[in-house]
């Protein structure tokens, strides 16, 4: 070895710069620029050299540059002849033996040959990778010469000259770049691929052949495109890197499969061999059929692009969903797989059975060929028609869209309702399965195969007239549509509720078969109409709709061109002695009952009080007035809701609440007239003579059936209280209330007025108090109440808009009890402070007379005497402050308390509408009679004493129990 000495730069033939004194210039020579430098040098290459070897090392630069076009020959046997670490080589370099190899001991360093490079034998390009840049060894001069490049170690190698060699490229490992195919040198030349890969920076075409022994890659570059229509075969794998798009476009028979990892691979059935593992997007664009076999697997996408056919046939597991934009996509429910969007055409061929479970998408069209049965479970809007031209096609209407040409045979199977809104033509089979109904609202007359109703139900409303159906059993034909000749072994229900279904041919009934018929009381009726011979047997089932049915009703049922036999049965599901009359070309239908009622509701789903009124009016089919008859008939043709409704107004239970409303003014009174002469001023008097004006707001939300409702109420007491002896005080006082109620929803208001007188007995001490008063009412009520319902456009029948008025009294009896004590607290804790306990009791009794109500016509009431009880206890504690301003002392406080409320009656109210015969003598619903619970909250200002005159002014809250009541009072007293 021969190595540089000096530290200056110098020309290759000065010997004083070479160790030794005699340049590198000989066979067997191997020259070294090295470490003695300590900045970057250039060696000017002044003569042409043929040695064996040259090796750079080192961290700093060298150049080798080139005097009057001087070359460098390497013409070793065998090993490195170019060994580089830092350096450009600029010169002319012939390789007749050895590798060239690039070595990393500065991750910055690179290699660079820029100048000629001839190749006369097979080269080993051995590149490091030095990690930090790319690339790691560049070559932009052009490389000639009848030899070829290896490509080894896991560096980046850039070729980017006008490239002729001739040897072809091998590829060992690491990385080629290039940006045109003339950087892999003459276009015969091929590539062979045993590890490596090729970096397509740029968008080009190649024609060369390739061999893949191992793997191969081939990276291509974001928006490029590589289009590579050499062969490629071998045994090795194709693997596709990087996010630009790589066409392969020859004929390719390599076995080791193809791995999609980013980007795209797009090519033919002839081009992308054997397995494919898809990460990323795969492309078939081809002009002709052909046949892809291998198996896709991966979560990447399929394309099909190109006017041909493509026959997938292999097992594939595929997630990321096909796309077809032009041509034939033909495949099995196997090799098909996740979402299609189907913009030209989509075939499903194959011998055995399978089921499609993604969703098809699109404007293309689906074809079912070949012997096997393809089931679609997805909820496909695909609307380019299907064609079923082999085998079985089954789905449901939510997977079947659209027009559907029927070569062989259609299933419709699903558990769910659904409607069919396409064509279906063909001579083909369809059948119903599944317990589910399918609906047709399509033209489908020029479908003529056989129907065939396996399960569930089948509703025609639209056109299947050339189509023969078959009822089985368990099963139901229905709809307003036509159909082709009918036999029925299971149901036939004509309409949608009520309607006609026309059979174009003859109907046939069998023993197993029935005709389901639906009738209502305005005459109309289910009607099945054959332009054939109507065969009867087997049953009618009969199902009056909600209304008022009438004696000698008639119903036609059936029409043909001529009735043979007759049905072995008449099922009814009402007591109302139908019998059937047989003409020649129709059966009638007729009802030989005086009178019955069809409720919207089951009697049994009623409860309560609209249980209690809907026995009193339906349950005897009573013999209505012909007043009564408009009203019953509006309220037997609401909705189930509605009429439930509407059946809770023709019952008084409403009126409970002038019951509980009386209870609270009845209450308010007796207390107004039942507490201490003033104790708190003015108490050196013995007689005293009271005014107290008073009034409430009682808002009841009522639950249960019962209609909300508010009153108010206003009134006064006046009495005088006279002191017998000591504690003891004889009270007498008279008082008067007007309330105003007023029910929600419309449903009527009412007035009481009430008169009052109420003796009582008291025992008051400075600190005690206890009293006892007896109550008497008369009570004064007039009431509306408004019954209404909805106009039934459907059948022309009115409203009901009645309002029932009454007017009627009751005697009212209340003993009251109330007591409390003064408690003064310590004036260490509040001067002048009391705390105030007290407690009431009242026992109500309200005997209301029997009353007959006007102005409702047909449903007015005629209401039973009632007797109402009521016990309320109330405590409350009051928290009490004396002041002192003058000669005046008054006397503000506040108070919370707790009452309870029961009602020791029932709330029942008889009664029965006045002069109608209905079921019964009377009907008994129950009002609001409920024990409650309330919690007060009040405050007042007490008993200012100017000239023996006394004066109070008070409100208080009632809340709890889904009511609430505001009271507010005003009193004077005059102690004498």
Same mark, same amino acid.
């Given at each position: 070895?021969?190595?540089?000495?000096?530290?200056?730069?110098?020309?290759?033939?000065?010997?004083?710069?070479?160790?030794?004194?005699?340049?590198?210039?000989?066979?067997?020579?191997?020259?070294?620029?090295?470490?003695?430098?300590?900045?970057?040098?250039?060696?000017?290459?002044?003569?042409?050299?043929?040695?064996?070897?040259?090796?750079?090392?080192?961290?700093?630069?060298?150049?080798?540059?080139?005097?009057?076009?001087?070359?460098?020959?390497?013409?070793?046997?065998?090993?490195?002849?170019?060994?580089?670490?830092?350096?450009?080589?600029?010169? #002319?370099?012939?390789?007749?033996?050895? =590798?060239?190899?690039?070595?990393?001991?500065?991750?910055?360093?690179?290699?660079?040959?820029?100048?000629?490079?001839?190749?006369?034998?097979?080269?080993?390009?051995?590149?490091?990778?030095?990690?930090?840049?790319?690339?790691?060894?560049?070559?932009?001069?052009?490389?000639?010469?009848?030899?070829?490049?290896?490509?080894?170690?896991?560096?980046?190698?850039?070729?980017?000259?006008?490239?002729?060699?001739?040897?072809?490229?091998?590829?060992?490992?690491?990385?080629?770049?290039?940006?045109?195919?003339?950087?892999?040198?003459?276009?015969?030349?091929?590539?062979?691929?045993?590890?490596?890969?090729?970096?397509?920076?740029?968008?080009?075409?190649?024609?060369?052949?390739?061999?893949?022994?191992?793997?191969?890659?081939?990276?291509?570059?974001?928006?490029?495109?590589?289009?590579?229509?050499?062969?490629?075969?071998?045994?090795?794998?194709?693997?596709?890197?990087?996010?630009?798009?790589?066409?392969?476009?020859?004929?390719?028979?390599?076995? +080791?499969?193809?791995?999609?990892?980013?980007?795209?691979?797009?090519?033919?059935?002839?081009?992308?061999?054997?397995?494919?593992?898809?990460?990323?997007?795969?492309?078939?664009?081809?002009?002709?059929?052909?046949?892809?076999?291998?198996?896709?697997?991966?979560?990447?996408?399929?394309?099909?692009?190109?006017?041909?056919?493509?026959?997938?046939?292999?097992?594939?597991?595929?997630?990321?969903?096909?796309?077809?934009?032009?041509?034939?996509?033909?495949?099995?429910?196997?090799?098909?797989?996740?979402?299609?969007?189907? $913009?030209?055409?989509?075939?499903?061929?194959?011998?055995?059975?399978?089921?499609?479970?993604?969703?098809?998408?699109?404007?293309?069209?689906?074809?079912? $060929?070949?012997?096997?049965? @393809?089931?679609?479970?997805?909820?496909?809007?695909?609307?380019?028609?299907?064609?079923?031209?082999?085998?079985?096609?089954?789905?449901?209407?939510?997977?079947?869209?659209?027009?559907?040409?029927?070569?062989?045979?259609?299933?419709?199977?699903?558990?769910?309702?659904?409607?069919?809104?396409?064509?279906?033509?063909?001579?083909?089979?369809?059948?119903?399965?599944?317990?589910?109904?399918?609906?047709?609202?399509?033209?489908?007359?020029?479908?003529?195969?056989?129907?065939?109703?396996?399960? +569930?139900?089948?509703?025609?409303?639209?056109?299947?007239?050339?189509?023969?159906?078959?009822?089985?059993?368990?099963?139901?034909?229905?709809?307003?549509?036509?159909?082709?000749?009918?036999?029925?072994?299971?149901?036939?229900?004509?309409?949608?509720?009520?309607?006609?279904?026309?059979?174009?041919?003859?109907?046939?009934?069998?023993?197993?078969?029935?005709?389901? @018929? %639906?009738?209502?009381?305005?005459?109309?009726?289910?009607?099945?109409?054959?332009?054939?011979?109507?065969?009867?047997?087997?049953?009618?089932?009969?199902?009056?709709?909600?209304?008022?049915?009438?004696? +000698?009703?008639?119903?036609?049922?059936?029409?043909?061109?001529?009735?043979?036999?007759?049905?072995?049965?008449?099922?009814?599901?009402?007591?109302?002695?139908?019998?059937?009359?047989?003409?020649?070309?129709?059966?009638?239908?007729?009802?030989?009952?005086?009178?019955?009622?069809?409720?919207?509701?089951?009697?049994?789903?009623?409860?309560?009080?609209?249980?209690?009124?809907?026995?009193?009016?339906?349950?005897?089919?009573?013999?209505?007035?012909?007043?009564?008859?408009?009203?019953?008939?509006?309220?037997?043709?609401?909705?189930?809701?509605?009429?439930?409704?509407?059946?809770?107004?023709?019952?008084?239970?409403?009126?409970?609440?002038?019951?509980?409303?009386?209870?609270?003014?009845?209450?308010?009174?007796?207390? $107004?007239?039942?507490?201490?002469?003033?104790?708190?001023?003015?108490?050196?008097?013995?007689?005293?003579?009271?005014?107290?004006?008073?009034?409430?707001?009682?808002?009841?939300?009522?639950?249960?059936?019962?209609?909300?409702?508010?009153?108010?109420?206003?009134?006064?007491?006046?009495?005088?209280?006279?002191?017998?002896? =000591?504690?003891?005080?004889?009270?007498?006082?008279?008082?008067?209330?007007?309330?105003?109620?007023?029910?929600? %929803?419309?449903?009527?208001?009412?007035?009481?007025?009430?008169?009052?007188?109420?003796?009582?007995?008291?025992?008051?001490?400075?600190?005690?108090?206890?009293?006892?008063?007896?109550?008497?009412?008369?009570?004064?009520?007039?009431? =509306?109440?408004?019954?209404?319902?909805?106009?039934?456009?459907?059948?022309?029948?009115?409203?009901?808009?009645?309002?029932?008025?009454?007017?009627?009294?009751?005697?009212?009896?209340?003993?009251?009890?109330?007591? +409390?004590?003064?408690?003064?607290?310590?004036?260490?804790?509040?001067?002048?402070?009391?705390?105030?306990?007290?407690?009431?009791?009242?026992?109500?009794?309200?005997?209301?007379?029997?009353?007959?109500?006007?102005?409702?016509? #047909?449903?007015?009431?005629?209401?039973?005497?009632?007797?109402?009880?009521?016990?309320?206890?109330?405590?409350?504690?009051?928290?009490?402050?004396?002041?002192?301003?003058?000669?005046?002392? $008054?006397?503000?406080?506040?108070?919370?308390?707790?009452?309870?409320?029961?009602?020791?009656?029932?709330?029942?109210?008889?009664?029965?509408?006045?002069?109608?015969?209905?079921?019964?003598?009377?009907?008994?619903?129950?009002?609001?009679?409920?024990?409650?619970?309330?919690?007060?909250?009040?405050?007042?200002?007490?008993?200012?004493?100017?000239?023996?005159?006394?004066?109070?002014?008070?409100?208080?809250?009632?809340?709890?129990?889904?009511?609430?009541?505001?009271?507010?009072?005003?009193?004077?007293?005059?102690?004498?």
């Amino acid at each position: 070895m021969i190595s540089w000495q000096s530290d200056v730069n110098g020309s290759w033939s000065d010997g004083t710069k070479w160790v030794g004194g005699i340049y590198p210039q000989a066979a067997g020579d191997t020259a070294e620029l090295g470490t003695v430098a300590l900045s970057s040098k250039v060696v000017n290459l002044d003569l042409n050299i043929s040695i064996d070897s040259l090796v750079i090392t080192g961290a700093e630069k060298w150049t080798v540059d080139s005097l009057n076009g001087s070359a460098l020959t390497f013409s070793g046997a065998s090993g490195t002849a170019l060994n580089l670490e830092n350096a450009t080589i600029s010169v #002319p370099v012939t390789i007749n033996g050895g =590798d060239i190899k690039f070595s990393v001991t500065n991750p910055a360093t690179t290699a660079v040959m820029n100048d000629s490079l001839l190749l006369n034998t097979n080269t080993v390009f051995d590149i490091a990778d030095q990690a930090a840049q790319l690339p790691d060894m560049t070559v932009s001069g052009v490389i000639s010469g009848t030899g070829g490049v290896i490509k080894s170690n896991n560096g980046t190698l850039y070729f980017s000259g006008l490239n002729t060699y001739s040897g072809g490229t091998t590829f060992l490992g690491g990385t080629i770049l290039i940006l045109a195919d003339s950087d892999l040198g003459n276009s015969a030349g091929p590539l062979t691929f045993n590890g490596g890969t090729l970096f397509v920076a740029a968008s080009i075409s190649s024609l060369r052949q390739t061999t893949l022994n191992g793997p191969g890659t081939i990276e291509t570059y974001t928006n490029t495109t590589y289009t590579f229509n050499g062969n490629i075969l071998g045994n090795g794998s194709l693997i596709k890197t990087g996010t630009g798009t790589l066409i392969l476009g020859g004929t390719n028979s390599y076995l +080791g499969g193809t791995t999609v990892s980013d980007g795209i691979l797009q090519g033919t059935t002839d081009s992308m061999q054997g397995d494919i593992v898809n990460s990323a997007s795969v492309i078939f664009d081809q002009a002709g059929p052909g046949s892809y076999g291998g198996n896709m697997s991966g979560n990447g996408t399929l394309t099909k692009n190109g006017l041909g056919t493509v026959i997938l046939s292999g097992s594939n597991s595929y997630t990321g969903g096909t796309t077809i934009n032009s041509g034939v996509l033909q495949g099995t429910t196997a090799s098909l797989q996740g979402d299609i969007v189907n $913009s030209a055409s989509v075939v499903f061929d194959q011998t055995g059975n399978g089921t499609y479970a993604g969703i098809l998408s699109g404007t293309g069209s689906l074809t079912k $060929s070949n012997t096997g049965t @393809v089931i679609l479970s997805g909820a496909n809007t695909y609307t380019g028609g299907t064609t079923v031209s082999g085998g079985t096609l089954q789905g449901t209407t939510s997977s079947l869209p659209g027009d559907i040409s029927n070569g062989t045979s259609v299933i419709f199977d699903q558990t769910a309702s659904g409607t069919y809104t396409g064509v279906l033509s063909g001579v083909g089979s369809l059948s119903k399965k599944g317990s589910g109904e399918v609906t047709f609202t399509g033209n489908s007359a020029g479908f003529t195969g056989a129907t065939t109703i396996e399960e +569930g139900s089948f509703i025609v409303n639209g056109t299947m007239s050339s189509s023969p159906f078959t009822v089985n059993i368990a099963t139901l034909l229905g709809g307003t549509g036509s159909v082709g000749t009918t036999v029925n072994n299971g149901t036939v229900s004509p309409g949608n509720s009520i309607g006609t279904i026309n059979i174009v041919g003859d109907y046939t009934q069998n023993a197993d078969g029935s005709l389901l @018929v %639906e009738i209502d009381d305005m005459g109309h009726s289910d009607l099945l109409i054959a332009t054939g011979t109507a065969n009867l047997d087997g049953s009618v089932v009969v199902t009056p709709l909600s209304g008022l049915y009438m004696d +000698g009703m008639m119903y036609t049922i059936l029409q043909a061109n001529s009735v043979n036999g007759a049905f072995a049965q008449l099922i009814e599901s009402h007591p109302a002695d139908f019998y059937l009359t047989y003409f020649a070309q129709s059966v009638v239908l007729n009802i030989g009952k005086e009178q019955f009622a069809i409720l919207p509701v089951s009697s049994s789903s009623l409860k309560g009080n609209a249980k209690a009124i809907g026995n009193y009016l339906f349950t005897c089919d009573p013999n209505y007035s012909p007043a009564l008859i408009p009203i019953i008939d509006n309220l037997l043709h609401q909705k189930p809701d509605e009429f439930r409704q509407t059946l809770l107004q023709f019952g008084p239970q409403d009126f409970g609440a002038l019951e509980k409303t009386q209870m609270q003014t009845a209450t308010i009174i007796s207390h $107004s007239m039942n507490q201490a002469k003033d104790w708190n001023a003015c108490d050196t008097q013995d007689s005293t003579l009271w005014l107290e004006p008073l009034g409430y707001y009682y808002k009841d939300n009522e639950k249960g059936g019962l209609t909300p409702y508010n009153a108010k109420s206003f009134g006064f007491t006046t009495g005088y209280k006279k002191r017998l002896w =000591d504690h003891f005080l004889l009270s007498g006082g008279i008082g008067y209330s007007h309330t105003c109620l007023n029910w929600y %929803e419309n449903r009527g208001d009412a007035t009481v007025q009430s008169l009052y007188f109420s003796p009582g007995i008291a025992y008051q001490s400075r600190d005690a108090y206890a009293g006892l008063i007896l109550q008497g009412s008369r009570s004064f009520y007039s009431a =509306d109440r408004k019954i209404h319902s909805k106009v039934i456009t459907a059948c022309y029948i009115p409203c009901i808009d009645e309002t029932a008025h009454n007017h009627h009294k009751s005697w009212d009896i209340l003993a009251g009890f109330q007591g +409390g004590y003064r408690f003064k607290t310590s004036d260490h804790f509040l001067t002048n402070f009391y705390i105030v306990p007290s407690f009431h009791l009242d026992y109500l009794n309200i005997f209301e007379e029997g009353y007959r109500e006007t102005g409702a016509g #047909p449903i007015n009431l005629s209401v039973k005497n009632k007797h109402s009880a009521f016990l309320r206890s109330e405590f409350l504690v009051r928290f009490m402050k004396e002041l002192n301003i003058g000669p005046f002392r $008054s006397f503000p406080n506040i108070y919370v308390g707790y009452l309870k409320n029961f009602a020791l009656s029932r709330g029942h109210f008889s009664s029965h509408f006045y002069k109608q015969s209905l079921c019964g003598n009377h009907f008994t619903v129950k009002g609001s009679h409920q024990n409650t619970s309330q919690l007060i909250l009040g405050t007042e200002l007490e008993s200012v004493c100017f000239h023996n005159i006394s004066l109070k002014i008070g409100y208080e809250a009632n809340i709890g129990d889904h009511y609430n009541i505001q009271k507010g009072h005003l009193k004077g007293e005059w102690n004498f």
